[in-house]
């Protein structure tokens, strides 16, 4: 059992998850249209996937978390949505989505420049949610499963230089210090050919 199985019942009972995804989701939904089938991969609870939801025409959810899957499920049905999650890695996904969605799952994984292939597989549109660079001490219960620090900006255009990319800070986590988290939109060149 992974530590996000163990933290899922009582996932959503942190303010600042809940803020956080609440900018997350403000910051994505003007660019949606309605018609769109979204994968929200590190889907977690469904913090961000499901508040999405009405705003699109599904959303799938993955994460390698089987009791956040389940808890993502639970909602979902709850709320009567047009969402299911699955207990899966984003490397393992070969269906085409209009649009993919992550937040603040990107610094868990560690070959970035592999995801930013396999994102290419699967999508044209694509919103990342994460921490800007940060010196190591966000995660107070210790980094044994962190990949990366937060990401600079330049970090980012780099892993990510073969989509178009724009950048910004959409929230501020508060801790025991302020640590900005940024929204990136990719989008396929326009050269790129599929």
Known sequence: MNRFDKEAISWDDLPRRVELAKAVVKNIIPHLK????????????????????????EIIGVDTSAKMVEKFNEKAKKLNLNAKAYKKDIFEIDEKFDIVISSMTIHHIKDIKALS???????????????????????????????????????????FDDWEIEYKIIHKVKKHKNFPIFLIKLSRKNNDTK
């Open 34 to 57: 309605g018609d769109e089938k979204i994968l929200d991969f590190g889907c977690g609870s469904g913090l961000v996937g499901l508040n999405l939801a009405p705003f699109a025409k």
């Open 117 to 159: 292939k396999k994102l290419k597989e699967i999508t044209n549109k694509v919103f990342i949610a994460d921490l800007d660079k940060e010196d190591g001490s966000f995660h107070t219960r210790g980094n044994d499963d962190v990949c990366h620090f937060g990401f600079s900006k330049e970090e980012l255009k780099e892993y």
